[in-house]
T-cell receptor, first 115, second 113 residues
């Protein structure tokens, strides 16, 4: 059963703590993405990765970090430097990083609440 | 429909009626378009796509229409059902590369039983 998994579904943290969100895909996709979604707003790109050991900043990378050590995995760390971390985080993948014209597949999301 | 801030455009339809959701895209160079459905608390799901060399594409109960002249995309849902209630948003692809898909903010569809 192929797809993208994100864990956990809900995450609660105290302010000042770093937290890592997991994203795994078994679709053999090259490209992976992290988005943030706030209520009533569209998706905002945090980071993306075209291949293993390479990643690029998106529109709102400040306060976040990522790694891509394996093709299947693209974890996102929300650091204490992120001023407003409470949001719904979505991971996505796409089968070919180099070409256009392919849809992104999304995971189920992780809702992070920082108090 | 696009929106700014916390208020998404909304569309309410009676169960069994047809729904039409609109999207204005920004770039005349966009060559591929996708409609996604997002239910509350879940990740977006792919519904249907269309390439810029087409005007219309049909799926199961859904049809996407593309008007490149006015840069407008629409999603038609036939015989709308309660399970269709969700936020629907369009995405436009511009050229090649890994970061070339841009998302609209969406329209909230509510189906009234």
């Amino acid at each position: 059963d192929g797809g993208i998994t994100q864990s956990p579904k809900y995450l609660f943290r105290k302010e000042g703590q770093n937290v890592t969100l997991s994203c795994e895909q078994n679709l053999n996709h090259d490209a992976m993405y992290w988005y943030r979604q706030d209520p009533g707003q569209g998706l905002r790109l945090i980071y993306y990765s075209q291949i293993v050991n390479d990643f690029q900043k998106g529109d709102i990378a400040e306060g976040y970090s990522v790694s891509r050590e394996k093709k299947e995995s693209f974890p996102l760390t929300v650091t204490s430097a992120q001023k407003n971390p409470t949001a719904f985080y979505l991971c996505a993948s796409r089968r070919d990083a180099g070409q256009g014209g392919y849809e992104q597949y999304f995971g189920p999301g992780t809702r992070l609440t920082v108090t | 429909g696009e929106s700014v801030g916390l208020h998404l455009p909304t569309l309410s339809v009676q169960e069994g009626d047809n729904s039409i959701i609109n999207c204005a895209y920004s770039n005349s160079a966009s060559d591929y378009f996708i409609w996604y459905k997002q239910e509350s608390g879940k990740g977006p799901q792919f519904i249907i796509d269309i390439r810029s060399n087409m005007d219309k594409r049909q799926g199961q109960r859904v049809t996407v229409l593309l008007n490149k002249t006015v840069k407008h995309l629409s999603l038609q849902i036939a015989a709308t059902q309660p399970g269709d209630s969700a936020v629907y948003f369009c995405a436009e692809n511009i050229g090649t590369g890994a970061n070339n898909l841009f998302f609209g903010t969406g329209t909230r569809l509510t189906v009234i039983p």
